[in-house]
């Protein structure tokens, strides 16, 4: 895997995974799953941040990780071709990146905007840097 470039004044919080089967690795998009707990991104679930380190499955009790919330930051990409301004929206899966084309009337979470471009055909966990904006996008 790719090393994280610096990043421009990132800002994080602490978050811990109450994920009982997933360690969640670094450079991901995670959001709150359940009751305010951290998981790896699903369609429905609402953005939280990106991991900076990898966040160990089932942590000792009070044991927490660092996640991006506001700057520039590294995320892993799908691989898919991304140009520098592009609305940034997690893959719904594994917490990766990938420009967002919602559909006419469909909504889509942005974590981002590329800071970076990342060539078509790259490999999957090529890393983007992604200034962390946060909202919804509907597709026109």
Do not use: C
Not at 6 to 35: C, D, E, H, I, M
Not at 57 to 65: C, E, F, I, Q, Y
Not at 70 to 91: H, N, Q, R, W
């Amino acid at each position: 895997m790719a090393t994280a470039p610096f990043t421009q004044n990132p800002k994080y919080t602490s978050a811990t995974n109450n994920n009982a089967t997933t360690t969640l690795p670094a450079n991901r998009v995670v959001g709150w799953a359940g009751a305010g707990l951290v998981d790896l991104l699903s369609v429905a679930a609402k953005i939280a941040g990106v991991t900076k380190h990898g966040m160990p499955v089932a942590p000792a009790l009070g044991s927490t990780n660092d996640l991006g919330i506001d700057g520039v930051v590294p995320i892993e990409s799908t691989g898919a071709a991304i140009a520098v301004g592009d609305k940034l929206t997690p893959d719904g899966t594994l917490g990766r990146v990938l420009t967002a084309a919602p559909a006419t009337g469909v909504n889509a979470e942005i974590v981002g905007v590329a800071e970076t471009a990342v060539a078509g055909g790259s490999p999957a966990g090529t890393l983007v840097m992604a200034r962390l904006r946060r909202f919804t996008m509907q597709g026109a």
